[in-house]
């Protein structure tokens, strides 16, 4: 079983908004190898299941993303995108939910991210694959050739949202707390 994050609460004991934007309970169907899949997903973000898929969708990361009912929070701007992309495809939205979970679930790239994350230093080939970036462009950053820092840059990549750096004595990339 997966344990999702705390989320914050008002005095009064309400979940705290999480956007501008008013969400409504949504539900969809997906077995449970997929909600649970779904659930460590999100977790390795430190997110609830519907703030991974509605990150996912608003950032049209289509590629990171089947039959128990279960709710989901999702805002009516995320389900319009999630309808619009289902539609393209002549499939149901719940079809189009179930798809993106299990090629997800099934993709090399997934596979490879995970395996990695755990790790807090690694050389610029496997850090490429964590950050979806080429070795060139973090080089680049390493080098200071950008503007931001690779700090700050990787900062922004990273799925866990942590930051990188270099030492030049192990020649490798090291997490930043």
Do not use: C, H
């Given at each position: 079983?997966?344990?999702?994050?705390?989320?914050?609460?008002s005095?009064?004991?309400?979940?705290?908004?999480?956007?501008?934007?008013?969400?409504?309970?949504?539900?969809?169907?997906?077995?449970?190898?997929?909600?649970?899949?779904?659930?460590?997903?999100?977790?390795?973000?430190?997110?609830?299941?519907?703030?991974?898929?509605?990150?996912?969708?608003?950032?049209?990361?289509?590629s990171?993303?089947?039959?128990?009912?279960?709710?989901?929070?999702?805002?009516?701007?995320?389900?319009?995108?999630?309808?619009?992309?289902?539609?393209?495809?002549c499939?149901?939205r719940?079809?189009?939910?179930?798809?993106?979970?299990?090629?997800?679930?099934s993709?090399?790239?997934?596979?490879?991210?995970?395996?990695?994350?755990?790790?807090?230093?690694?050389?610029?080939?496997?850090?490429?694959?964590?950050?979806?970036?080429?070795?060139k462009?973090?080089?680049?950053?390493?080098?200071g050739?950008?503007?931001?820092?690779?700090?700050?840059?990787s900062?922004?990549?990273?799925?866990?949202?942590?930051?990188?750096d270099?030492?030049?004595?192990?020649?490798?990339?090291?997490?930043?707390?």
């Open positions: 079983m997966v344990v999702m994050p705390d989320q914050g609460r005095n009064q004991g309400k979940f705290l908004p999480k956007s501008n934007e008013n969400r409504k309970v949504r539900s969809i169907r997906l077995t449970d190898s997929a909600w649970d899949k779904l659930g460590e997903m999100a977790l390795s973000k430190n997110l609830t299941r519907a703030d991974f898929l509605e990150e996912v969708l608003v950032s049209e990361n289509l990171v993303i089947s039959s128990q009912l279960t709710e989901l929070n999702l805002s009516d701007f995320i389900l319009s995108e999630i309808d619009k992309a289902a539609s393209l495809r499939i149901t719940n079809e189009f939910i179930e798809t993106l979970i299990e090629e997800s679930i993709s090399d790239i997934f596979k490879q991210r995970i395996k990695l994350a755990g790790q807090t230093q690694m050389n610029i080939t496997n850090l490429s694959k964590v950050l979806g970036a080429d070795r462009t973090i080089k680049s950053y390493k080098d050739n950008r503007s931001e820092s690779l700090v700050e840059w900062r922004s990549k990273s799925p866990d949202g942590k930051a990188w270099y030492d030049p004595g192990s020649k490798l990339y090291f997490q930043v707390d």
